[in-house]
């Protein structure tokens, strides 16, 4: 069996637990690095991965790795690459660039020189070259530069992972939906236990919860990049997704409610829920988070609450916290609760002390995942 190089990114601090979900799938050879994990498998890991992860953003496939001084150096390398080999010439593409240190003055010009020697080589063997599509392009080649190596990859996902084709509506800054898997793997959360979001927004939470309780492939309802590759094996792809259809748990009961003071942002969800064929699964309520009572004797708690931008609203979110810290005392005790948020304030005005800080990135945006184990007479914090 023929093994290749493959890297799977992923949201920033996420590193460790989609190593986990890939060494589960089958992968070898696992590495986890800032943004991501490398990994070596055969052609069907690959689509199993893209196909069944919860937690990576895209899975690239490592064409070649080489030394390189100048934007010439990455010409020579692209050049050497059997392009034709791969992919047709009518798919059209897209050259990205991330450099790390690179001595480069422009990565717009290193990706100059990659479409154009991609180009030249279907131009070698057809006279013609594929067409650029910056938007929607069939074919991502991603380039990664050190400041010492070169390293190309194809992208045999395609559109990022985490557009499962359920979200039809969205509040303002939704959740990605493999930020909120891998946020859900970090909690330790189990699909036989209580699952509560008082602020669930679109629901995002919910349903990646739901996702993997019924053993839904997160893949399942997309198509992907390596589709369109010569080496693509139609008919084992088939029987993976077959496998994967006959592997659900559709009558899986689902102990998984979610609440939110807006309407708006219950019409979201309700909406969310039926794209994602779990309409009448998972329980919805309009009520403020100071209202919110447990499900269950024990559970986990998990919401990702409002960050304020303008200074009414911080002061607004600076006078809830201490509430919130109240309501957990009091309403929660033998819960785990965790807090995803980019505010620093919130972990000292909640006024519980937590048990974890995670840090995690949502995009840019440094955030913590904080963890609160709601001990009947402890969790004091700071008064």
Same mark, same amino acid.
């Given at each position: 069996?023929?093994?290749?190089?493959? *890297?799977?990114?992923?949201?920033?601090?996420?590193?460790?637990?989609?190593?986990?979900?890939?060494?589960?799938?089958?992968?070898?050879?696992?590495?986890?690095?800032?943004?991501?994990?490398?990994?070596?498998?055969?052609?069907?890991?690959?689509?199993?991965?893209?196909?069944?992860?919860?937690?990576?953003?895209?899975?690239?496939?490592?064409?070649?790795?080489?030394?390189?001084?100048?934007?010439?150096? =990455?010409?020579?390398?692209?050049?050497?690459?059997?392009?034709?080999? =791969?992919?047709?010439?009518?798919?059209?593409?897209?050259?990205?660039?991330?450099?790390?240190?690179?001595?480069?003055?422009?990565?717009?010009?290193?990706?100059?020189?990659?479409?154009?020697?991609?180009?030249?080589? *279907?131009?070698?063997?057809?006279?013609?070259?594929?067409?650029?599509?910056?938007?929607?392009?069939?074919?991502?080649?991603?380039?990664?530069?050190?400041?010492?190596?070169?390293?190309?990859?194809?992208?045999?996902?395609?559109?990022?992972?985490?557009?499962?084709?359920?979200?039809? @509506?969205?509040? @303002?800054?939704? =959740?990605?939906?493999?930020?909120?898997?891998?946020?859900?793997?970090?909690?330790?959360?189990?699909?036989?236990?209580?699952?509560?979001?008082?602020?669930?927004?679109?629901?995002?939470? =919910?349903?990646?919860?739901?996702?993997?309780?019924?053993?839904?492939?997160?893949?399942?309802?997309?198509?992907?990049?390596?589709?369109?590759?010569?080496?693509?094996?139609?008919?084992?792809?088939?029987?993976?997704?077959?496998?994967?259809?006959?592997?659900?748990?559709?009558?899986?009961?689902?102990?998984?409610?979610?609440?939110?003071?807006?309407?708006?942002?219950?019409?979201?969800?309700?909406?969310?829920?039926?794209?994602?064929?779990?309409?009448?699964?998972?329980?919805?309520?309009?009520?403020?988070?100071?209202?919110?009572?447990?499900?269950?004797?024990?559970?986990?708690?998990?919401?990702?609450?409002?960050?304020?931008?303008?200074?009414?609203?911080?002061?607004?979110?600076?006078?809830?916290?201490?509430?919130?810290?109240?309501?957990?005392?009091?309403?929660?005790?033998?819960?785990?609760?965790?807090?995803?948020?980019?505010?620093?304030?919130?972990?000292?005005?909640?006024?519980?002390?937590?048990?974890?800080?995670?840090?995690?990135?949502?995009?840019?945006? @440094?955030?913590?995942?904080?963890?609160?184990?709601?001990?009947?007479?402890?969790?004091?914090?700071?008064?």
């Amino acid at each position: 069996m023929q093994l290749f190089q493959f *890297f799977a990114s992923c949201p920033r601090g996420l590193e460790a637990v989609l190593a986990t979900e890939l060494g589960e799938l089958g992968a070898s050879t696992i590495a986890a690095v800032d943004g991501g994990v490398s990994f070596s498998g055969s052609w069907l890991l690959m689509m199993k991965a893209n196909l069944h992860s919860r937690i990576a953003s895209r899975f690239l496939w490592k064409l070649d790795e080489r030394a390189y001084v100048r934007e010439d150096d =990455l010409y020579r390398l692209a050049l050497k690459i059997d392009w034709p080999a =791969l992919f047709a010439v009518d798919n059209t593409i897209k050259v990205g660039v991330t450099a790390v240190k690179s001595p480069l003055r422009s990565t717009n010009l290193a990706a100059l020189k990659v479409k154009d020697a991609i180009c030249d080589r *279907f131009r070698q063997v057809g006279g013609t070259r594929p067409s650029v599509d910056t938007q929607e392009p069939d074919m991502r080649i991603q380039l990664f530069l050190t400041d010492k190596t070169a390293t190309i990859y194809l992208d045999t996902s395609g559109e990022a992972l985490f557009k499962r084709g359920y979200r039809v @509506e969205a509040v @303002e800054a939704p =959740l990605r939906e493999n930020l909120a898997a891998g946020i859900l793997a970090l909690s330790g959360w189990q699909i036989d236990e209580p699952l509560y979001d008082p602020m669930c927004g679109s629901g995002t939470f =919910l349903i990646e919860a739901a996702l993997k309780a019924r053993n839904i492939a997160p893949g399942s309802r997309r198509t992907f990049a390596f589709q369109y590759l010569r080496q693509h094996d139609e008919k084992a792809w088939q029987a993976l997704r077959n496998a994967a259809k006959d592997a659900e748990r559709n009558e899986q009961p689902l102990q998984i409610s979610g609440s939110d003071v807006s309407s708006t942002a219950l019409t979201h969800a309700q909406a969310n829920l039926v794209a994602a064929k779990l309409d009448g699964a998972i329980s919805l309520k309009q009520l403020n988070m100071l209202d919110a009572r447990a499900p269950a004797a024990e559970g986990v708690l998990l919401t990702n609450p409002p960050y304020g931008i303008r200074l009414d609203e911080q002061d607004k979110l600076l006078a809830a916290y201490p509430e919130w810290g109240n309501v957990l005392k009091q309403r929660f005790t033998g819960w785990r609760a965790y807090f995803f948020t980019a505010d620093p304030a919130l972990a000292r005005a909640i006024r519980l002390k937590p048990s974890k800080k995670t840090p995690l990135f949502n995009g840019a945006l @440094e955030c913590r995942l904080l963890e609160f184990k709601m001990i009947a007479g402890g969790n004091r914090g700071h008064d």
